[in-house]
T-cell receptor, first 115, second 112 residues
Framework: ETGVTQTPRHLVMGMTNKKSLKCEQH?????MYWYKQSAKKPLELMFV???????ENNSVPSRFSPECPNSSHLFLHLHTLQPEDSALYLC??????????????FGQGTRLTVV | GQQVMQIPQYQHVQEGEDFTTYCNSS?????IQWYKQRPGGHPVFLIQ???SGEVKKQKRLTFQFGEAKKNSSLHITATQTTDVGTYFC????????????WGAGTKLIIKP
């Protein structure tokens, strides 16, 4: 148990569906992140939130839409995805976004399959 | 943009042999972090190195940060089956706009 919980663990969705991934952290951290992990690729940072404000959007297609209603919760809304979006989506949090306390605590991930 | 190159991509070892993975950054880093991801799991933080030339040990694991703060290594002595997984380095600094830049990982495989 890392203190970061993601749901669902597995998701299969059609290209016309709309779904949401949920992340909750119980660590009192100030920063939260969405990562995409595909086979044989480095971890791709998608979005960064610091104190509920989005500070980075790394050229992610608009079919991915993040939401951070408070410092403990992070959502990733998905719509009209493509098969190449199939991957493991990881949520992470860290105490701070900069400085020494940037160690990332990851959730267990959502394995997404787009059919 | 800033990149962190990690080699090798895979390393097959007999149990009891040593294992090393290397990371090189295109720019100077403020710090470098190391993570381990077990098969089917998520990345778990191992250690952070901050100082030039720093060496840290965790039991059989030795982590080094280069003098120029652009390269780092992880060495495991006498590997065990519990060491199986993928080891990632992630560099952090002003050049990357304070985002962790991840290496592609080195997968440690223990030969049967």
């Amino acid at each position: 148990e890392t203190g970061v919980t993601q749901t669902p663990r597995h998701l299969v969705m059609g290209m016309t569906n709309k779904k949401s991934l949920k992340c909750e952290q119980h660590l009192g951290h100030n920063a939260m992140y969405w990562y995409k992990q595909s086979a044989k690729k480095p971890l791709e940072l998608m979005f960064v939130y610091s104190l509920e404000e989005r500070v980075e959007n790394n050229s992610v297609p608009s079919r991915f839409s993040p939401e951070c209603p408070n410092s403990s919760h992070l959502f990733l809304h998905l719509h009209t995805l493509q098969p190449e979006d199939s991957a493991l989506y990881l949520c992470a949090s860290s105490q701070d976004r900069t400085g020494l306390f940037t160690e990332a605590f990851f959730g267990q991930g959502t394995r997404l399959t787009v059919v | 943009g800033q990149q962190v190159m990690q080699i090798p991509q895979y390393q097959h070892v007999q149990e009891g042999e040593d294992f090393t993975t290397y990371c090189n950054s295109s720019t100077t880093l403020s710090n470098i972090q190391w993570y381990k991801q077990r098969p089917g799991g998520h990345p778990v933080f191992l250690i952070q190195l901050v100082k030039s030339g720093e060496v840290k040990k965790q039991k059989r694991l030795t982590f080094q940060f280069g003098e120029a703060k652009k390269n780092s290594s992880l060495h495991i002595t006498a590997t065990q089956t519990t060491d199986v997984g993928t080891y990632f380095c992630a560099g952090f600094g002003a050049e990357s706009n304070y985002q962790l830049i991840w290496g592609a990982g080195t997968k440690l495989i223990i030969k049967p």
